[in-house]
């Protein structure tokens, strides 16, 4: 019986045609399917290249390089990237918050944005009514720095009652950890190298004009030469523990002052 | 995936098994080119590395069951053919032989499938369930009833 059943099976067997055909379909399927995965690769690399360089651009532009601070009474610091765009700004006390709410110059160049910021209602009326503004920037990237320091530099040198100076970095995370805007934190540091006994929350609560009379009568009761917020004499004499701020602060505001 | 030579290798070795379970199973030509174009395709995208020539005849016979059941049970398919057609491509076949292909090809699908892998490919009950996924006693009973069946439709000289 096997036998049998073997040997009619036997005559069955695939003809060359049916291997050929499926020879060619599978080699065809084959060489698609390597198509398709090769641009499946293609279109698959590419996305990871776009989302690399989509967080990669956005970490960049999002990345500070420098601070601005303006200080009158709203007191308020705008995040520059490295494009010399505004990323961010932030009211460091009710006025400032205010004034960052009313003005929307993100992502416009610091240039447009300090000038729009100035000539706000609030900060133009400070300072008709006899305001000091200060503007600050901080030192991240030194070229940025010295770029932006020398365009408000010669945009304030013919303004009364306005001057610009830099500040290190490290100050910056100071400044913000007793909740002080850069431009108060720099003179706060001055104030207390002649009066240890003056408070960042009186100082919050001062507008710079204040503040820098404050630091002039000081000085002038001291019967210490003070003049445009140099200093360097009675910042190293009084180091303790407060010394090493008060000193770099004053010694970088040399030079730049255009306090009238 | 699997080059183009172990494709061709496959295609000359197992063809005929392939062409043979196919008969079994379906009722016409085209059917038997799909099930073709199924089974080496799934050969040639299979990664699996069998261990021995018996391993891969083993799946390649499993393989084209079920992709003969698939598609019978497919529910586009439409095409058929009387069990006439099956041996229209036998025609050199001498009458005894085609008279035993008939009988075998009559039977129950269950029945057919341990048929030809128990008479033809000399595998064993035990190997015959686990090519099928059944009982092995389920297989000696199938073999059983088959040689019975077989007996009726042939005759008892089919036995000498």
Not at chain 1, 50 to 77: Q, V
Not at chain 1, 176 to 198: D, M, R, T, V
Not at chain 1, 203 to 223: H, P, W
Not at chain 2, 155 to 160: A, K, L, N, R, T
Request: with cysteine; charged share 25%; aromatic share 10%.
């Amino acid at each position: 019986m096997s036998e049998k059943i073997k040997s009619a099976f036997d005559e069955i067997y695939a003809e060359n045609e049916l291997k050929q055909n499926t020879r060619e379909y599978v080699l065809k399927k084959i060489e698609k399917r390597h198509k398709k995965s090769n641009t499946i690769k293609y279109v698959y690399s590419l996305a990871v290249c776009l989302f690399i360089f989509i967080i990669g651009g956005y970490k960049i532009y999002f990345n500070t390089t420098s601070i601005i601070s303006i200080d009158i009474n709203p007191s308020l610091e705008l995040e520059i990237n490295c494009f010399d765009k505004v990323i961010s700004v932030e009211g460091y006390n009710d006025d400032g918050e205010i004034l960052a709410n009313n003005i929307d110059v993100h992502f416009d160049n610091y240039n447009d944005a300090i000038y729009e910021i100035i000539n706000s209602s609030e900060i133009s009326n400070s300072i008709s009514e006899n305001g000091l503004l200060s503007i600050g920037v901080v030192e991240m990237d030194t070229k940025q720095c010295e770029k932006i320091l020398y365009d408000i530099e010669k945009y304030t040198e013919n303004q009364n009652n306005m001057y610009c100076y830099s500040m290190k970095e490290s100050d910056v995370l100071e400044a913000h950890k007793i909740g002080l805007s850069c431009g108060k934190y720099h003179a706060f540091l001055q104030l207390q190298s002649l009066n240890p006994n003056i408070t960042t929350d009186e100082v919050s609560q001062m507008t710079m004009r204040e503040i820098r009379d404050l630091i002039e009568s000081l000085s002038n009761n001291n019967d210490i030469e003070f003049e445009n917020g140099q200093g360097n004499g009675q910042c190293n004499g009084r180091g303790n523990g407060q010394g090493n701020g008060q000193c770099n602060g004053q010694g970088k505001m040399q030079g730049k002052n255009f306090n009238n | 995936m699997r080059s183009e030579q172990e494709l061709n290798r496959a295609i000359e070795q197992y063809s005929n098994t392939v062409r043979r379970l196919c008969m079994i199973h379906l009722k016409n030509y085209y059917d038997t080119e799909d099930i073709f174009q199924t089974v080496f395709l799934k050969y040639v995208l299979n990664s699996v590395e069998f261990e021995n020539d018996e391993h891969e005849k083993a799946w390649f016979i499993r393989v084209t069951i079920n992709a003969c059941k698939d598609l019978i049970k497919s529910f586009f398919r439409s095409k058929t053919v009387p069990l006439d057609e099956i041996l229209t491509y036998s025609e050199n076949i001498s009458n005894d032989k085609k008279e035993v292909l008939e009988a075998v090809l009559s039977l129950p699908l269950k029945y057919k499938n341990v048929v030809y892998l128990h008479y033809y490919e000399g595998y064993t009950a035990p190997e015959i369930s686990k090519i099928l996924n059944k009982n092995v006693n389920t297989v000696y009973t199938l073999l059983k009833r088959s040689k019975e069946m077989l007996k009726n439709n042939l005759g008892g000289e089919f036995y000498e």
